[in-house]
């Protein structure tokens, strides 16, 4: 090295550094998410230092009162004009607030709330030595069938981990639909993935088939991740950002600044048609739509099934949310590669769904190919490319969530010597033996097949009306069809339930706390009100319709 060169590396060095600017946080825009996860903080401080028969009663008042906390600030924030007018950019760019944003926000937080009620059920099983149990292992990290979980049973241990595990999962939930760059938008998946893979491990009863749920969930979900983090690789070299105003520029050609450094690769379409593929793919593993929804059936089977009603709605509504920002604001330029492409994916969603549904002997099974169709429905509204597009979809999400926990819920109620009596040949007669759980349950399902009257025929009208403007006619003919096979298996369940003699040996029905019939109360309401009167919310939805760019 010459001593010029040297020179020189001093006198760079002696010049003055650049003072990096602090961050600068709305704390008061992001108070929904900051909430959440404080609360979840809380909840592993109470792990460590609460008194372990307090734990749970503790941890399901500070979960309700921080879900209730983070909706009230979802509201005043909706309230003051952040849906609309002052909708904008939060967190040095990082984060949206705008109407979807809060819209899909208050809904995961309600799901959010009846989750947590399902989670805190106690009266369902029998009394185990002197001590009511829940749907969790009493310790989940016992071998399934050893000493050390028989002696945790024993002494009446609880898995109470699962209350602050519900909130970081809810956490990054409330980020995900929100996220304006694609490092956010891969942050807030790991967040609420992670607790989702542990929630599904610990069931009470059929615990390896529990972990085999969990197991299959992560194994899935990291591919299914890292092709998500690859394509956004591939979308910041073709963009030089990860900023989705960024990227939509450059897609569209208005970009002022170029990258030196990416200069070469700036624009180049073969990495943003393989990136913004990837993304697409590791989002539609999400919401579960074929052929990226092989977890489905074996995760809703496998996993506790207050866990499984959470997770079908609230991970639905972040997953569209995310969906549509992406698709709505970075690629809406690339409208006339990826609309073909979703197209068939809609297509082959609500057909597969529908019909494997039919094959079904398990309801937990029936009910994830039931969601399965169910994406199909949602993406037949993302496809619109209109602002109805967005409004329908933003009311199909809202209406869903309700009927599905509620409908899970109900499940949850059904139990023979086993634990839950999942096995369709179980229901048969249960509306002779419960007339009131069975009828509950047929209005979830005649809303799942979208029966006048409910919340579900209000929804699918809302979207195929709007695919059908947006020229989308062929999709709306399929599902319409799909509809009615899928009305087929809904109502063989009714059938089965009201007109088939009950079994001697079959299931009871249990008798459930008030927090899981407050679950399915608001559920059946929510789906009638949805149902008889759906303007106001269709107007709402209508109005949140709007993504800032």
């Not at 760079?12 to 903080?41: C, F, M, N, R, W």
């Not at 799901?111 to 059920?121: H, I």
């Not at 089977?301 to 604001?329: D, H, I």
């Not at 947006?470 to 339930?497: K, Q, T």
Request: aromatic fraction near 10%; proline fraction near 5%; charged fraction near 10%.
């Amino acid at each position: 090295m010459s001593a010029t060169a040297v020179h020189s590396l001093w006198t760079t060095a002696a010049e003055p550094i650049q003072k990096i600017d602090a961050p600068h946080i709305e704390y008061g825009q992001l108070s929904p998410t900051l909430i959440v996860i404080g609360a979840a903080v809380i909840g592993i401080l109470v792990e460590a230092f609460v008194p372990r028969r307090s734990r749970y009663y503790v941890q399901v008042f500070v979960s309700v009162v921080a879900l209730a906390a983070a909706f009230a600030a979802v509201v005043a924030l909706a309230a003051s004009g952040y849906g609309t007018t002052k909708a904008g950019i939060a967190a040095m760019g990082a984060v949206a607030v705008d109407g979807p944003a809060l819209f899909l926000q208050g809904v995961i937080l309600l799901a959010g709330v009846l989750g947590v009620f399902t989670f805190a059920e106690r009266r369902l099983d029998p009394v185990a030595h002197g001590n009511r149990v829940d749907s969790f292992a009493a310790q989940a990290a016992s071998v399934p069938g050893s000493d050390s979980e028989k002696a945790a049973v024993k002494a009446g241990f609880t898995t109470t981990e699962v209350f602050p595990l519900l909130l970081f999962a809810i956490g990054g939930m409330l980020v995900f639909p929100a996220a304006n760059d694609l490092l956010t938008l891969f942050i807030a998946l790991e967040v609420f993935s992670l607790p989702l893979y542990l929630l599904c491990a610990v069931a009470r009863r059929k615990r390896i088939m529990s972990q085999e749920a969990a197991v299959k969930y992560f194994l899935l979900g990291a591919f299914a991740s890292a092709f998500t983090l690859f394509g956004i690789a591939l979308l910041y070299g073709y963009a030089g950002s990860v900023s989705y105003a960024t990227i939509a520029q450059v897609v569209d050609g208005t970009v002022e600044t170029v990258n030196p450094a990416l200069a070469d690769t700036m624009g180049n379409d073969a990495l943003l048609l393989i990136g913004a593929a990837m993304v697409v793919m590791g989002l539609l593993f999400k919401v579960g739509a074929v052929p990226f929804h092989m977890w489905t059936p074996d995760v809703y089977q496998g996993a506790p099934t207050p866990v499984t009603g959470f997770m079908a709605a609230a991970t639905k509504v972040a997953a569209f949310g995310a969906l549509l920002r992406l698709l709505y604001v970075v690629l809406p330029g690339l409208r006339w590669d990826w609309r073909p492409v979703m197209m068939g994916v809609a297509v082959v969603t609500m057909l597969g769904g529908a019909i494997v549904a039919i094959t079904q002997t398990d309801i937990k099974r029936l009910l994830a190919y039931s969601s399965i169709a169910h994406a199909g429905f949602i993406l037949a509204g993302v496809i619109a490319m209109t602002p109805d597009g967005v409004s329908s979809v933003l009311f199909y999400l809202g209406a869903y969530s309700f009927v599905t926990i509620g409908a899970f819920a109900v499940v949850t109620l059904v139990r023979d010597a086993g634990g839950e009596a999942t096995h369709l040949s179980k229901w048969a007669g249960l509306g002779r033996r419960s007339p009131l759980v069975a009828a509950v349950f047929a209005v979830y399902l005649l809303a799942f097949a979208g029966i006048p009257l409910t919340s579900g025929f209000a929804g699918k009208f809302a979207v195929f009306k709007a695919a059908a403007e947006g020229g989308a006619g062929a999709l709306v003919v399929v599902g319409v069809i799909s509809s009615a096979i899928a009305a087929f298996f809904y109502i063989r369940v009714i059938v089965l339930m009201f007109f088939s003699e009950p079994r001697p040996e079959g299931p009871t029905v249990a008798v459930p706390s008030p927090l899981t019939m407050t679950a399915i109360a608001v559920g059946v309401a929510v789906t009638l009100v949805l149902g008889v009167a759906p303007q106001y919310f269709l107007d709402l939805a209508g109005q949140a319709g709007v993504f800032v760019r």
